[in-house]
C-alpha cells in the first residue's frame, strides 16, 4: 500500500493504495467502512488528488477543499470499495482543479470536478 500525505486518519482515510499514477492522472484504490455517501466519495476525490504525481512530493502541503461543480451520482453505491480515477485538468500556483470518475467494476457510480488549494505547511 502506498502511504499518501495526507494527514486523515481511518476512518476518514478513504483512499487505500495506488494503482497508477503520472503528472496528470492517477487511478485509485478506495475503501470505505460503510456504502459511501456522495460526500464521501468526493472527499475520496479530493485525498486522490495527492496520488498524482506532480513532482513536489519533498514539499510539505495542506490541500483545502474549496470548489466542487458537476457532482453527480450516477448509481446508487452498492459496494465498500471502488476504482477513482482523477485527472489535473488546470494548475495554477497554488490551485488545482480535477475531474474524477468513480467505478465498481467498469460501472460509472459518481463524477465531478473539484478544485483544491494549496498551502507550505
Same mark, same amino acid.
Given at each position: 500500500m502506498i502511504d499518501f500525505p495526507i494527514p486523515h486518519i481511518p476512518p476518514i482515510k478513504f483512499v487505500d493504495s495506488l494503482i497508477s499514477s503520472d503528472e496528470k492522472n492517477a487511478s485509485v484504490k478506495i475503501k470505505f467502512d460503510q456504502i459511501p455517501? =456522495?460526500? &464521501?466519495?468526493?472527499?475520496?476525490?479530493?485525498?486522490? %488528488?495527492?496520488?498524482?504525481?506532480?513532482?513536489?512530493?519533498? @514539499? =510539505?502541503? &495542506?490541500?483545502?477543499?474549496?470548489? $466542487? @461543480?458537476? =457532482?453527480?451520482l450516477l448509481e446508487e453505491p452498492l459496494s465498500k470499495?471502488?476504482?477513482?480515477?482523477?485527472? $489535473?485538468?488546470? @494548475?495554477?500556483?497554488?490551485?488545482? %482543479?480535477?475531474?474524477? =470518475?468513480? $467505478?465498481?467494476?467498469?460501472k460509472k457510480v459518481a463524477s465531478g470536478s473539484i478544485s483544491i488549494s494549496l498551502e507550505e505547511v
Open positions: 455517501t =456522495i460526500g &464521501m466519495l468526493v472527499e475520496a476525490a479530493a485525498q486522490s %488528488s495527492s496520488g498524482i504525481d506532480d513532482g513536489n512530493k519533498e @514539499k =510539505i502541503q &495542506m490541500g483545502f477543499l474549496i470548489a $466542487l @461543480k458537476n =457532482i453527480k470499495e471502488y476504482i477513482l480515477n482523477i485527472h $489535473l485538468d488546470h @494548475k495554477i500556483e497554488n490551485f488545482k %482543479s480535477f475531474s474524477f =470518475i468513480v $467505478l465498481d467494476n467498469d
